[in-house]
């Protein structure tokens, strides 16, 4: 069955960190189409946060889910984000594999 998304990683670490992650997620680099880190975010110098602007992504804002543990990250685009428990090592966390039925009907 053809793939009719794409998987983008948008992180807060730098650009090298983020590529770490995403070459131990997708070493042959067969699922992950982006990778954005920190210098894809832009500050908000009123909170001192950096925040993840979706247009970056240089996609359709309405084509857009994005699942994040925490909204702060996230302000510039809430109706797109999906909040979930950060993950915190349990092996039982199945927040997001709870996702994917949803994810699928989209």
């Known amino acids: 069955m053809a793939r009719n998304y794409e998987i983008v990683i948008f992180g807060l670490n730098e650009q090298g960190s983020i590529n ?6 997708d070493p042959k680099y ?28 240089n996609r359709p ?8 543990f925490e909204d702060m990250s996230v302000e ?4 797109n984000a999906i909040l979930i428990p950060k993950f915190e090592g349990d092996l039982d966390d199945r927040s997001l594999i709870d996702l994917i039925p949803f994810l699928e009907r989209k």
């Open 20 to 25: 770490e992650i995403c070459e131990a997620l």
């Open 30 to 57: 067969e699922m992950i189409q982006g990778r954005f880190g920190r210098e894809n975010t832009v500050l908000n110098m009123k909170t001192r946060n950096y925040v993840k602007d979706l247009t970056y992504l």
């Open 61 to 68: 804002l309405k084509e857009i889910v994005y699942v994040d």
């Open 76 to 79: 510039l685009h809430k109706e």
